[in-house]
């Protein structure tokens, strides 16, 4: 996977002008358009159209500086077809106009061109159970909130807490199958999303597909198929945070998964507020 991401990067500085056939080019790789978005946004810190863009945006910025005559030619050489399109990107980039970098010379922001190095120490000790699951009938509660990847989301704070005491305890005996007991649940993310990017949260249980749902709750279906489950303890939220980077940075490129979509899983099995006893459940596939 490592090999992979690099080439992609070398793909984009080939083609700073061409709309990118990502998923033609996952084909090529032996993986997916799924798993190789979700493995450049998890180790680059940003979606890859979003790096697409910067990278186009620094460039540009670049030859505008350098004294390019024609700022149209310049949008087009970077894959924009009109002026107010390339300068509503450069903007969002650089905080400033098109025509106010050549002017002016910048400030300008650089997107450095990524290099993806694979760590071999196995710096964190990661337990980890692969599972395979029957089709799988979510239920509870959901909202719409913005993703966050940094701290405590307020936004599923909030939802967690409009949720009766009494409403917790019949989510609890509705549950029947796995994944046990209470979970947090992710799911209708795009596949770079970037942070503040709505998705749904879903504060529910795990059903048989045979058990009746009360139609107050909220379903989602999840087709059968295979589960890596880490399990991890700490402070919460951080210790959930840095163990969903590692399976990024250190299980997935040493073991021969990838993942297919679904949502994703928190189930808790200890929980204080600061620090939580959990389990990350990620649906994968064979690579």
Known sequence: MIGTLNALVDLIEADTGDEIDIAGFARVHGTTEYHLRRMFSALAGMPLSEYVRRRRMTLAGA???????????????????????????FRAVHGISPVDARRDGGPLRTQPTLRFRLSVEGSIQMNVTIITTPELVLVGHAARVPLIHEGANPHIQAHIASIAPEEHARLKALGDAQPEGMLAITADIAQDAPEGTELTYLHGVSVQPATPVPHDLDVIRVEEGAWAVFAATGPFPATLQTLWAATATEWFPSNPWRLRPAPSIVRYLEFTGTHASCELWLAVEPA
């Open 63 to 89: 030859e505008l500086v350098a004294g390019a005559p024609n700022v149209l030619d310049v949008a087009v050489r970077h894959g924009y077809g009109s002026i107010e399109a390339f300068g509503r990107a």
